[in-house]
T-cell receptor, first 116, second 114 residues
Framework: DTGVSQDPRHKITKRGQNVTFRCDPI?????LYWYRQTLGQGPEFLTY????????KSRLLSDRFSAERPKGSFSTLEIQRTEQGDSAMYLC??????????????FGPGTRLTVT | AQKVTQAQTEISVVEKEDVTLDCVYE???????LFWYKQPPSGELVFLIR??????QNEISGRYSWNFQKSTSSFNFTITASQVVDSAVYFC???????????FGAGTRLTVKP
């Protein structure tokens, strides 16, 4: 399977703990996105990478959130001092380099975070 | 500012019925892209279609068809002869070339009953 993969699929943590999620994009895709989806809502954009550069961050991405893509391949999203309001599905997507299909984003299965 | 509205929160149909999911969008850009995604109970968003703003041709893919009308800022999705496997949440989304975020609607939950 050469789709976007995310790990873990589920994470339960206690309030105040730090968590880290990983995303592996489709191999030839140089652009990577993180989204958050809460129950009954559509995904909301968090941040965007082109290769290893983080080019855009949403205002939703508070200072407790940090994302990296050190070698331009996989990416990690860390949440420090988790709060119950952080409970959501965290989705990763990737898209190919600029060209005909570059505006199509392909999503992974998501990591469901529950903060107790 | 970009905005996507899916006014139908939930739709329930009986198998073999046709169903149309509505999507209305707002954007100031003249160039933009519209998408439909399917999110089955497993949770993964499945890409269905992309439509460029300069291409108003409607598209048909099997039982799926899409009606793009710039005059009404709508990009509606019709499933013909619905099947139980079509049950999912469907999202309409919009992106603009100068923005890297994709703006999603709130989704329409479609239930197809046997």
């Amino acid at each position: 399977d050469t789709g976007v993969s995310q790990d873990p699929r589920h994470k339960i943590t206690k309030r105040g703990q730090n968590v880290t999620f990983r995303c592996d994009p489709i191999s030839e895709h140089n652009r990577l996105y993180w989204y958050r989806q809460t129950l009954g809502q559509g995904p909301e954009f968090l941040t965007y990478f082109q290769n290893e550069a983080q080019l855009e961050k949403s205002r939703l991405l508070s200072d407790r959130f940090s994302a990296e893509r050190p070698k331009g391949s996989f990416s990690t999203l860390e949440i420090q001092r988790t709060e119950q309001g952080d409970s959501a599905m965290y989705l990763c997507a990737s898209s190919p380099p600029l060209g005909g299909r570059s505006y199509e984003q392909y999503f992974g299965p998501g990591t469901r975070l529950t903060v107790t | 500012a970009q905005k996507v509205t899916q006014a139908q929160t939930e739709i329930s149909v009986v198998e073999k019925e046709d169903v149309t999911l509505d999507c209305v969008y707002e954007t100031r850009d003249t160039t933009y892209y519209l998408f439909w995604y399917k999110q089955p109970p497993s949770g993964e968003l499945v890409f269905l279609i992309r439509r460029n703003s300069f291409d108003e041709q409607n598209e048909i893919s099997g039982r799926y068809s899409w009606n793009f009308q710039k005059s009404t800022s709508s990009f509606n999705f019709t499933i013909t002869a619905s099947q139980v496997v079509d049950s999912a949440v469907y999202f309409c989304a919009l992106s603009e070339p100068n923005n890297n975020d994709m703006r999603f609607g709130a989704g329409t939950r479609l239930t197809v009953k046997p």
